[in-house]
């Protein structure tokens, strides 16, 4: 069985009640590492579940971003928040940095709000 | 009849044009699906270029194109009779499921009955385990009563506890305080504490809580919008969720469209459907439906509770958990709230409540749910009924008030611990002992927002939790709340239906698949699962009523005194007694003492100008025997028979041992007054006299359901005493 480790490195079994006395411990240590979320993602595969397993995918590639800025993007897709050019750019952007599968979801809104009316004036 | 409560509910009368109609509108769509070049061209008589927003993600992403002809081309009854054929697996209809559209969904899941949507549910629900959430609020948010009444629904056996706020900033408070409260009673319960998005990923992160449900999806797209939200910005919360660790449903149901007057002509079971279709496709792992706060609305048309119910298994359906709603009071009566929910307990779901009021119906900051804490013996008594597990399990009064003690005073040092807040012992002696927040007096409610303040701006993570407890003397709650941190981070709870047992092991989808395929498969309680079901605390044994009568035992009063002979007097009247009587049985159904009843029938005896004499016939049980035995000892002919529980008759030495003169027979509503005119009736039986009639006092209680067990026992306790070479034995009253 594969160790689990938490987004920062640290291995599950380091996060003891004595490591978190000591201070070593930070919220990187608290996080779902996005391997164990893409491991996860193949046995919603195998489950019936392929949706499941594309949002754990997507997730995967989140861990990467900050909290605000998953916060700001979470803001972007509301409607009437953003053009439709500002949505492509930011399906852009994420592709850019690596998180194609995010890009994609923002790209396809991009599409669709313009078409029902649901991009900012 | 108007008085009955039911009469308060509202009542609809079916409306298609507001949507007040529960399973077809006549505006609901028919089911289709066209594919070209690979994608979804029309969905349910709509085409692309018309499609809305929900529409699009629908066809892009929620169906499997793979199987939708297939799926589509099976008549509405023949699909349905696949969700209702133990023959069928529940792998083949999830298959075939996933190619049907929305409106396909509505039509089969319309023609089940309810017993087979019972059916249907217990096959196809994903986890083999039944569970149940609870919800833990109060409305001054004070954090030891939240601590004392989360570890009183971990006690009891919810898997999940979703707590809320009345003060939006009392949040991560609220969230600290039933972590640390539930560790105490058990591992592995989910904390959810119920607010604004950004607000509970935050939570989330902090590793404060565990999992989220207030995602809120809608099936028409004006609603869905007014919600503030698209399909596209809630699959990308979903995602935000599960990148964060987080275990995350949505949240639908019937009635809400309705109440925003947009549901555009469509059944309810239709907008739901394209809910159901919209989770699976955005990728949560599971739906809180079946009303939900609209479960009223749906109760209010006909074939509401159905609808309700088809929600369910509709989510079932699409591979996902289903948390199945019971969470709004829908009626004041209490039969068809009963009603509403108890299909879906005898099914069985992977959460029968999507929250359980735990807590007083006061005190339930999302409102009062369908069963609350003054319904939890009910709950507990229905599960031992009918042999069924909804989750739950009895707690002795002894260690819940050990449990809440313990969570409030770790909850009390972690404050203190943190520098958040101060409280005096007075106030965690009240919060121990609550049934709820009006038992607290008054509070410094703003302790506690100045403690969620400090909570959110210092940053405070699970890790500062685990420090406090560990450092104010609660080591044991340190570790366990360490090792659910680590059993988070390995993600097997963000599958389908995860919740952890308590022994932190994941039961899921994927760990602990349904595995229903007719009678004699799929979960049954195990042993001592099925023995902690059964052992309600009300529940009594012999021993249990030997020990209640042996703590009335009053033996000087009742002393033996030798061989009974046969009387000669005229005016003798045998009053004969069953065999425990003076030995283990002193105290009748009635609640009155043996000997006082002796002592009334014996007055009465005297009043006709009779003499009573106290026999015990030890070799019967029975009354008739007694009875007649005591009449044939008796110098006058006549006798009295007494069994220990309180059953009397009069008896005459000349007739059948099953005839007899007077009979009192409902022993528990038997009178001193009423013992007494018995003493007085045998007399003037005895002198050839008028007896004045008896009557037995008339009672509209559940006079069987309160007393057959302990007759049953009390019997047991004389027959246990019979021996059939025993004489009678002459007892003297002091």
Request: aromatic share 4%; charged share 25%; glycine share 8%.
């Amino acid at each position: 069985m594969t160790e689990v480790r938490a987004l920062s490195g640290k291995a599950v079994t380091e996060l003891t009640v004595e490591a978190m006395r000591s201070g070593e411990i930070g919220v990187a240590d608290l996080r779902i590492h996005p391997e164990t979320l893409k491991r996860q993602a193949q046995v919603a595969e195998r489950h019936a579940n392929p949706q499941l397993a594309d949002n754990l995918r997507r997730a995967a590639e989140l861990t990467a971003l900050p909290d605000e800025e998953v916060l700001a993007i979470y803001d972007a897709l509301r409607p009437g928040r953003s053009t439709a050019a500002e949505l492509a750019a930011l399906a852009g952007s994420l592709a850019y940095r690596g998180l194609p599968r995010c890009a994609a979801l923002v790209a396809e809104a991009a599409e669709v709000y313009a078409r029902r009316g649901l991009v900012a004036s | 009849m108007d008085r009955q409560r039911v009469n308060l509910d509202g009542f609809a009368v079916e409306n298609a044009e507001l949507g007040l109609i529960a399973l077809r509108s006549p505006y609901d769509p028919e089911p289709s699906v066209v594919i070209e070049d690979g994608r979804i061209t029309e969905l349910d008589g709509v085409p692309e270029r018309d499609f809305d927003s929900i529409d699009t993600f629908i066809a892009r992403h929620g169906i499997d194109l793979s199987v939708a002809a297939e799926a589509m081309a099976l008549s509405d009854v023949a699909f349905a009779r696949l969700l209702t054929d133990p023959a069928v697996p529940r792998g083949e209809i999830i298959r075939l499921s996933a190619g049907a559209t929305p409106a396909k969904l509505t039509r089969v899941l319309a023609i089940l009955k309810p017993h087979e949507l019972g059916m249907a549910m217990a096959k196809l629900r994903s986890r083999r385990t039944p569970s149940n959430q609870a919800h833990v609020t109060n409305r001054l948010d004070d954090p030891l009563l939240l601590a004392a009444d989360a570890a009183t629904a971990a006690a009891f056996g919810f898997r999940e506890i979703e707590t809320t706020v009345p003060v939006l900033d009392d949040a991560p408070s609220n969230a600290v305080a039933c972590l640390i409260g539930a560790a105490v009673a058990s591992q592995g319960v989910l904390i959810q504490c119920s607010v604004e998005e950004a607000a509970e990923l935050e939570l989330g992160m902090r590793g404060l809580t565990s999992y989220a449900e207030t995602v809120s999806l809608y099936g028409t797209e004006q609603v869905f919008t007014d919600g503030d939200d698209t399909p596209w910005s809630k699959a990308f919360l979903t995602s935000a969720y599960a990148s964060r660790g987080m275990k995350m449903r949505v949240s639908s149901g019937a009635g809400a469209e309705v109440l925003m007057a947009g549901a555009e002509r469509k059944s309810m079971l239709y907008l739901e459907a394209r809910c159901v279709a919209l989770a699976r496709a955005v990728g949560a792992q599971g739906v809180q439906n079946g009303g939900i706060d609209g479960a009223s609305v749906a109760a209010a048309v006909p074939n509401g509770l159905r609808e309700l119910m088809a929600e369910n298994v509709m989510v079932m359906m699409r591979n996902l958990e289903s948390c199945s709603g019971n969470d709004a009071l829908m009626s004041e009566s209490d039969m068809r709230r009963t009603s509403r929910t108890l299909p879906i307990v005898l099914a069985g779901s992977d959460f029968a409540f999507s929250g359980f009021g735990s807590i007083q119906r006061y005190d339930n900051m999302f409102g009062p749910s369908n069963f609350n804490a003054e319904d939890i013996d009910d709950f507990l008594a229905m599960q031992r009924d009918w042999g069924i597990d909804g989750g739950l399990r009895t707690v002795t009064p002894e260690r819940l008030a050990g449990l809440r003690r313990e969570a409030a005073q770790a909850c009390r040092a972690v404050y203190g611990y943190l520098g958040l807040a101060d409280f005096t012992d007075e106030h965690l002696a009240r919060a121990v002992d609550a049934a709820g927040s009006k038992d607290l007096g008054e509070t410094d409610t703003l302790a506690v927002l100045t403690a969620a303040h400090a909570i959110r701006q210092r940053g405070l993570t699970v890790v500062d939790i685990v420090t406090a407890l560990d450092e104010c003397g609660f080591p044991d709650l340190a570790e366990r709340t360490v090792a659910f941190v680590q059993a988070r981070l390995g993600g097997d709870y963000l599958q389908t239906s995860a919740i952890f047992d308590e022994q932190l092991t994941v039961l899921s989808l994927v760990t602990d698949p349904n595995d229903y395929a007719g009678p004699g498969t799929g979960y049954e309680p195990p042993p001592a699962r099925r023995r902690e079901i059964d052992a309600i605390r009300q529940a009594r044994g012999v021993e249990d009523l030997r020990e209640s009568q042996a703590r009335c035992a009053a033996p000087g009063l009742l002393r033996r005194a030798g061989a009974a002979a046969q009387g000669s007097d005229a005016r003798d009247v045998v009053i004969g007694v069953s065999p425990a009587v003076g030995r283990d049985v002193w105290r009748c159904l009635s609640g009155l003492a043996v000997p006082d009843v002796l002592r009334e029938i014996l007055a009465g005896l005297e009043e006709e100008g009779c003499v009573g004499r106290i026999v015990r016939f030890g070799d019967t049980v029975d009354l008739g025997q007694i009875g007649l035995a005591a009449a044939r000892l008796s110098g006058s002919g006549i006798g009295i028979g007494l069994q220990g529980k309180g059953t009397a008759l009069i008896h005459r030495r000349d007739l059948a041992p099953l005839a007899n003169l007077e009979l009192y027979s409902v022993a528990p509503t038997i009178t001193p007054e009423l013992y007494r005119l018995l003493g007085a009736n045998a007399a003037r039986h005895a002198k050839g006299g008028t007896p004045d009639p008896a009557r037995n006092p008339y009672s509209d209680e559940a006079i069987e359901a309160r007393y057959h067990t302990t007759v049953i026992a009390l019997m047991e306790l004389e027959r246990r005493r019979v021996d059939p070479a025993a004489g009678p034995e002459t007892l003297v009253l002091s």
